[in-house]
Nanobody
Framework: QVPLVESGGGSAQAGGSLKLSCAAS????????RGWYRQVSGKEREMVAL???????TYAESVKGRFTISQDKAEGTLYLEMTRLNIEDTAVYYC???????????????WGQGTQVTVSS
């Protein structure tokens, strides 16, 4: 279990931009899956952007072309660049990383505490 800390959340105007960061306080494997998820109260958590074990990116249809996931391979920091924000992007955003044991990805996930993103029109 690796502690994860998100930062960069806050308030933005519709059409604006925010950049979220996710820092791991312990060692993680850059070869395991990493991603960003979001959740609105009363709704199910949904995948926003995902990095596969092979480094391929997958985006939710609702954010495709607006959000970009990236990773600092040296530090292990995960980023989510969000542009052209709209009110439907308002949610608590979580970063998640797939745990690794002796270099093997486990299909078990560690989660950050979440950071609030609020977009106003």
């Amino acid at each position: 279990q690796v502690p994860l800390v998100e930062s960069g959340g806050g308030s933005a105007q519709a059409g604006g931009s925010l950049k979220l960061s996710c820092a791991a306080s312990g060692p993680v494997s850059s070869r395991c899956r990493r991603g960003w998820y979001r959740q609105v109260s009363g709704k199910e958590r949904e995948m926003v952007a995902l990095l596969s074990r092979d480094g391929f990116t997958t985006y939710a249809e609702s954010v495709k072309g607006r959000f970009t996931i990236s990773q600092d391979k040296a530090e292990g920091t995960l980023y989510l660049e969000m542009t052209r924000l709209n009110i439907e992007d308002t949610a608590v955003y979580y970063c998640a990383v797939e745990s690794a044991v002796v270099g093997f990805c486990t299909d078990s996930w560690d989660w950050g505490q979440g950071t609030q993103v609020t977009v106003s029109s």
